[in-house]
């Protein structure tokens, strides 16, 4: 067996500060409330609740008014900060600043009177937040390819924004439905670089394997997305939530097996697939991936 993991691995930088800045105020400012799930990841919001940290749908209203409120990493709406701002004795946003760009470049089209087509997963909190940003020039929500073929367009003209977890190919498939529906683009783009990068290497290491484990919560956007683009490549793509899933997937030393992580996923989680999987062919070579250091 040969065993090739993926160089970008762990939490990536917005999941890192909203770990950090977490850790900080359980450290600095007393009762410490989250309103949503801070990053997608349930075995580091348990190692979190076990430092202190409280979600606020099980406290007081009481207990709130007392506590600094965390807001999560995908955005919050404008009504929901200010209520939270209303409750809480403080409130810090932990919004990822890869986001606010998304979110800014919807409400700078808003602005021009551009018609907004945001594409995202209709019922990620982030893709809420960037249709808000777009407000009345909001033209239409493309999730999937189905979508796509079902819309009509009423304007020449659109400006187009993405929820920072899409893929390269499915932004290159929006932009060419646009150029034959003869509908001229404005594009901001706003497809978080750190994703891009780990999909590329997904898509490379994917190239080479017999099986592809990418790791993470499958309520990861980005996860399921990662999984998404290696599946193109190894049809033996599973996305493992859980290192003990590994047992079941029937690995065998004559497997050449890929290993990536989304980017709510810690180390710790990789590592411990990693000795999942040796388990299975203890003579199994690790390598790093082939990609040039970027
Ligand atoms: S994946 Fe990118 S946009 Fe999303 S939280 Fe991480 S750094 Fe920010």
């Known amino acids: 067996m040969r065993i090739i993991v993926a160089r970008e691995s762990g939490f990536c930088s917005g999941v890192q500060h909203a770990i950090m800045a977490t850790e900080r ?7 410490v409330v989250a309103t949503d799930t801070l990053l997608h990841n349930t075995e580091e919001m348990l190692r979190l609740c076990s430092m202190g940290l ?3 749908s099980t406290i007081s209203s009481e207990s709130i008014a007392r506590a600094t409120v965390l807001l999560p990493a995908h955005g919050s709406m404008v009504a929901e900060h200010a209520d939270w701002e209303r409750r809480a004795r403080e409130v810090w ?19 021009r009177g551009v018609p907004v087509v945001v594409v995202g997963d209709k019922e990620h909190r982030e893709t809420r937040y960037l249709m808000e940003a777009a407000g009345s020039q909001l033209m239409a929500v493309v999730e999937s390819e189905r979508d796509l073929d079902a819309l009509t367009i009423g304007s020449s003209r659109v400006g187009v924004v993405y929820q920072t977890t899409q893929s390269r190919e499915f932004r290159l498939r929006i932009l060419e439905w646009f150029r034959k529906a003869g509908v001229e683009v404005s594009e901001e783009m706003t497809l978080c670089p750190e ?3 780990r999909q590329d290497e997904a898509m490379a290491i994917a190239k080479q394997c017999s099986v592809m484990l990418v790791l993470g919560d499958r309520s990861s956007a980005n996860t399921k997305r990662l999984a998404a683009v290696a599946a193109e490549e ?9 290192p003990s ?3 079941e997937l029937g690995l065998t030393c004559s497997d050449i097996v890929g ?11 990789i590592e411990e697939v990693l000795k999942r999987v040796r388990n299975i062919c203890s003579d199994a070579s690790i390598e790093g991936n082939l990609l040039p250091d970027s």
């Not at 990822?96 to 808003?110: D, L, T």
């Not at 190894?234 to 859980?242: A, F, Q």
């Open 25 to 31: 105020a359980l450290q600095t400012r007393g009762a």
């Open 54 to 56: 409280k979600m606020a």
């Open 93 to 111: 946003d932990l919004t990822c600043p890869i986001v606010n760009r998304a979110h800014g470049a919807a409400k700078r089209f808003a602005e």
């Open 195 to 197: 994703v891009l990068r």
């Open 234 to 242: 190894c049809h033996r793509t599973y996305l493992v939530s859980d």
């Open 245 to 247: 899933e590994v047992l």
């Open 259 to 269: 290993i990536v992580g989304g980017t709510s996923c810690p180390e710790t989680v």
